[in-house]
């Protein structure tokens, strides 16, 4: 693989809440920050999609009796929470960061549109884009396969807890095989629960590239931009 000059980094919410996966943990968002300000001073343009399942996740609201559209509704509420709190650990390190929203919140953050936060890229700052696609019924994977297309990125970039994809659950099952390598369709026929379908299908319409990595352990993330082989690539 060679350098990416643009990436779009999808992290989850409970990610951020540390080995807890609830909250917010201070030492994982510095951390992150830390990966994401290094890779952006090596001339890497990034964009942030960040979940919300450290607050609220609302499919699994809507088995508790929650409407399933006001469910979605506080899970993307919970998006831009997370959002707020990446962005204050990357502009304290020094580097612009803006959030924008996919419907309008100001002044908690701006309104996405798409120029703004390529702008915003160009010119050495990070554009965190919360709030999912703004509509309910889609995930925040979906919402992070929607933007990396418009933006333009040249690889999309999971952030996970394990270091890329198994044939089973390898926190449960010491024999998961890991793949390096898969196809969209692959990934699709075998139930890997990477991403969603809507996600896998705009990815591979757009041929974005994404990459399955484990953003806990420092230092990934500039390994990844720089081409090393971590992880696990799914592409056409």
């Known amino acids: 693989m060679s350098r990416y ?44 999609v960040v979940g919300g399942g450290n607050i609220f996740r ?39 960061c803006e959030v924008f929203t996919s419907t309008p919140m100001e002044p908690f953050a701006r309104y996405y549109v798409r120029d703004n936060a390529l702008s915003l890229m160009n010119r050495g700052g990070v554009a965190i884009i919360a709030g999912g696609t703004g509509n309910p019924f889609f995930t925040t994977d979906s919402a992070s396969a929607l933007r990396a297309a418009e933006l333009g990125v040249d690889a999309l970039l999971k952030g996970t807890r394990v270091d890329g994809v198994y ?13 390096k390598t898969l196809t969209y369709d692959r990934a699709l026929k075998e139930n890997l629960k990477v991403m969603d379908q809507t996600a896998f299908s705009l990815c591979k319409e757009n041929g974005i590239p994404i990459i399955v990595f484990d953003m806990n352990t420092p230092g990934n993330l500039e390994k990844i931009v720089e081409g090393q082989a971590l992880g696990t690539i799914i592409e056409i």
């Not at 044939?167 to 998961?176: G, H, I, L, T």
Request: charged share 20%.
């Open 5 to 48: 000059s643009k990436v779009l980094l999808k992290l989850s919410g409970e990610s951020l809440g540390g080995s807890g996966g609830v909250g917010l943990n201070d030492s994982v968002l510095d951390q992150y920050a830390q990966q994401v300000t290094s890779v952006v001073k090596s001339g890497t343009s990034v964009a942030l």
């Open 58 to 96: 609302g499919l699994s609201g809507a088995s508790k009796g929650f409407d399933r559209v006001g469910g979605d509704q506080m899970g993307m509420l919970a998006t831009v929470i997370n959002s707020i709190a990446l962005s204050i650990s990357i502009r304290s390190l020094g580097v612009e």
């Open 167 to 179: 044939d089973s659950d390898p926190e449960k099952n010491p024999n998961a095989v890991k793949y």
